[in-house]
């Protein structure tokens, strides 16, 4: 049984940092790229970043602009997001998921390409 876990989550204030974390078992881990999205409220699901399998490559959307930065750690089964410098637009909603595949898909952005997703953890961003 696959599991995904998110952790991290919380209240910060504006212009604070916060670090989310996702464990995965029950699956082969490097065998499969991993992503970070988001969903605030009344909005659709975006995409934050999208790690491959070795690490080696990520794909990212526009409004990281260098302060979300994630990396993986194959050898715990773990991704990780680090945000920086938050701004109350980045409330939300924050999931991690699993890729089907261990290369970043083209669609990376999208919902499709992933086989399983955490259940999510909130971030609340006070001014």
């Known amino acids: 049984q696959v599991q995904v876990v998110e952790s991290g989550g919380g209240l910060v204030q504006t212009g604070g940092s916060l670090r989310l974390s996702c464990t995965v078992s029950?699956?082969?881990?490097?065998?499969?790229?991993m992503a970070w999205f988001r969903q605030a409220p009344g909005k659709e699901r975006e995409g934050i970043a999208c790690i491959s399998w070795s690490g080696g490559w990520t794909s990212s959307a526009d409004f990281v602009k260098g302060r979300f930065t994630m990396s993986r750690d194959n050898a715990n089964q773990s991704v990780s997001l680090q945000i920086n410098n938050l701004k109350l637009e980045d409330a939300g909603m924050y999931y991690c998921?699993?890729?089907?595949?261990?290369?970043?898909?083209?669609?990376?952005?999208?919902?499709?390409?992933?086989?399983?997703w955490g259940q999510g953890l909130q971030v609340t961003v006070s001014s």
């Open positions: 029950g699956l082969t881990f490097d065998a499969h790229a």
């Open positions: 998921a699993v890729a089907a595949r261990p290369a970043v898909p083209a669609d990376w952005d999208a919902t499709s390409p992933y086989k399983y």
